[in-house]
C-alpha cells in the first residue's frame, strides 16, 4: 500500500553532555512505545498500546492468538506501518505519525528471531550466521571474528562447516540466535521463537535464551502465547488482550496481583470467586470479601476499592489442605470432590461453602476422595480484582 504522506529523513542527533553531574539524570528507556494504533482497513488491531524498555531489559508481550503483539513487535522492527503512535529506540524516533518518521527496518538496530529460523539450507552454518555481515560489506577478518564469536556464544562452533540441511530444529534455532547477535545490534526481537520444538529442548533453550541475552547485555522484546515460558525468561511482562494491554509488571508481580479477572485466568490457575467489598470491615489495603453464599473471606486489595468489584482471585497453589492448613487468616472446611494426578502436583476438586475450589497440591500426602477437610489461605493469596471494563 503506497503511503499518503511522503517520509522524512531521520538524521542522528547528539545529546549534549549534562552540566550539573549531581545528580546524575535517570538515563531514558531504551525502546519506547506510547499510543501504538494499528489498523487494517477499519480493522483495529492494537488499540493505542504504549510501554518502555530499559536498556539492558528483556521484555515480553504475552496473550492469547490474535491480541496483536506479534503486530506490536513487527511494528518495532518495522515490517508493519502503524495507523498512529510513535516508536522510539535509544531516544531516536523510528516511526512517529506526528513527526512524519518512518524509518526503514535495515536502519532501526534491530534483529529478529522468527517461529520458523528462516535458515537457509543450501548454506553451511557460517555462511548463514555470516550472511547478514557480508551484507553490510564489512571486511572478511572482521566477519570470521564475528561469526566465531557468535557461533561460540550459541555452542555451534563445531557446527560451522555443516550444511544447514543437516541440523536438528535446536540447532537450527541455536543458528538463527547466532545470526541475529552477530552484527552486534541494538535490540532483538523475538517472534515465538521456541514454539517449533519439543516440551524438553524448549526448556533448554528458555535457559540458554535468558543466559544469553544476560551475557550481551542488550534489549528483547520476546512475543509468546505460553505464559511458562514469558515467565521463565523475562525481566518484565506485557499481558495483551483483544489489542490492549490489560497489565505491565515482574512475572511474580503479575501471578500474585493480577488485574483483573482475565489476567487472573490467563496466567497461571485461580479461582475467581464472586460476591462484593464489606465496607464496614474492610480497612486501607486489607478487605473483608463477601462470597455470594454469603462466606466471609479476608482478602487484599492491590489498588484503593473503587465500590464496583465482585471478584476475587484465590491461586490454586496458595491453598492448604489438611496438615498443610496451618496459620492461616482465611480456614474453611470443605469436602474432597474429586482428586487428579497430574505428577508434579495432584489436583482437588473441593466442595466448600462457596461453590467448589480447585487446589494443586504436591503428590507427597495424598487425600482421599470424600474425605472432609480444612481449607486454609492467607489474606495476601485473595487478591480483589479490577471490575471489568468490557
Same mark, same amino acid.
Given at each position: 500500500?503506497?503511503? &499518503?504522506?511522503?517520509?522524512? $529523513? ?22 519506547? %512505545? ?10 483495529? #488491531? ?23 503483539? $506479534? ?29 512524519? %518518521?518512518?524509518? !526503514? ?12 529460523? &528462516?535458515?537457509?539450507?543450501?548454506? $553451511?552454518? @557460517? ?20 561469526? /566465531? ?5 550459541? *555452542?555451534?562452533? =563445531?557446527?560451522?562447516?555443516? !550444511? ?6 535446536? *540447532?537450527?534455532? =541455536? ?6 547477535? &552477530? ?29 544469553? *541475552? ?16 514469558? @515467565? ?14 490489560? *497489565? ?68 490454586? #497453589?496458595?491453598?492448604?489442605?489438611? &496438615? ?39 503428590? #507427597? ?20 480484582? /479490577? #471490575?471489568?471494563?468490557?
Amino acid at each position: 500500500m503506497k503511503q &499518503a504522506e511522503r517520509i522524512e $529523513t531521520v538524521t542522528e542527533m547528539t545529546a549534549a553532555a549534562p552540566v550539573d553531574a549531581s545528580p546524575e539524570p535517570a538515563k531514558p528507556p531504551h525502546i519506547v %512505545v506510547s499510543d501504538l494504533v494499528i489498523k487494517y482497513g477499519a480493522y483495529t #488491531a492494537v488499540h493505542g498500546v504504549s510501554f518502555d524498555i530499559p536498556k539492558g531489559e528483556h521484555l515480553t508481550l504475552l496473550g492469547p492468538s490474535g491480541c496483536g503483539k $506479534t503486530t506490536t513487535l513487527r511494528s518495532i522492527a518495522g515490517l508493519e506501518h502503524p495507523f498512529s503512535g510513535e516508536i522510539l529506540i535509544d531516544g531516536h524516533p523510528v516511526y512517529s505519525s506526528s513527526r512524519r %518518521v518512518n524509518v !526503514p527496518t535495515e536502519q532501526r538496530g534491530v534483529s529478529m528471531v522468527f517461529q520458523s529460523y &528462516a535458515i537457509w539450507p543450501h548454506m $553451511t552454518v @557460517f555462511e548463514n550466521v555470516a550472511y547478514g555481515l557480508r551484507v553490510r560489506k564489512i571486511s572478511a577478518d572482521a566477519i570470521r571474528v564475528a561469526v /566465531e564469536k557468535s557461533l561460540d556464544l550459541v *555452542q555451534m562452533r =563445531r557446527y560451522a562447516d555443516r !550444511p544447514a540441511s543437516q541440523l536438528s530444529g535446536g *540447532q537450527q534455532q =541455536r543458528v538463527a540466535l547466532a545470526r541475529a547477535i &552477530a552484527f552486534e545490534p541494538a535490540v532483538v526481537l523475538f517472534d515465538e521463537p521456541l514454539s517449533n520444538l519439543d516440551a524438553k529442548l524448549r526448556g533448554e533453550m528458555r535457559v540458554e535464551l535468558k543466559d544469553l *541475552q544476560r551475557t550481551l547485555g542488550i534489549s528483547s522484546v520476546y512475543v509468546t502465547h505460553d505464559q511458562e515460558e514469558a @515467565f521463565a525468561i523475562s525481566d518484565r511482562v506485557v499481558i495483551m488482550n483483544e489489542g490492549r494491554i490489560e *497489565q505491565i509488571g515482574g512475572p511474580q508481580d503479575i501471578y500474585d496481583r493480577p488485574r483483573n479477572s482475565f489476567v487472573a485466568d490467563f496466567v497461571g490457575s485461580a479461582n475467581l470467586i464472586n460476591g462484593r467489598v464489606d465496607k464496614a470491615a474492610s480497612g486501607a489495603d486489607h478487605i473483608t470479601f463477601r462470597t455470594e453464599s454469603g462466606l466471609s473471606l479476608k482478602a487484599l486489595s492491590p489498588r484503593p476499592v473503587k465500590g464496583d468489584e465482585a471478584q476475587v482471585a484465590i491461586r490454586t #497453589a496458595y491453598i492448604g489442605l489438611g &496438615a498443610t492448613a496451618t496459620s492461616h487468616a482465611n480456614r474453611i472446611e470443605g469436602r474432597v470432590a474429586r482428586r487428579m494426578f497430574h505428577g508434579d502436583f495432584v489436583q482437588y476438586l473441593i466442595d466448600w461453602p462457596a461453590g467448589q475450589l480447585v487446589v494443586r497440591r504436591p503428590p #507427597a500426602e495424598l487425600i482421599e476422595e470424600g474425605e472432609t477437610v480444612t481449607i486454609a489461605f492467607d489474606a495476601e493469596h485473595c487478591v480483589l480484582l /479490577e #471490575a471489568s471494563t468490557s
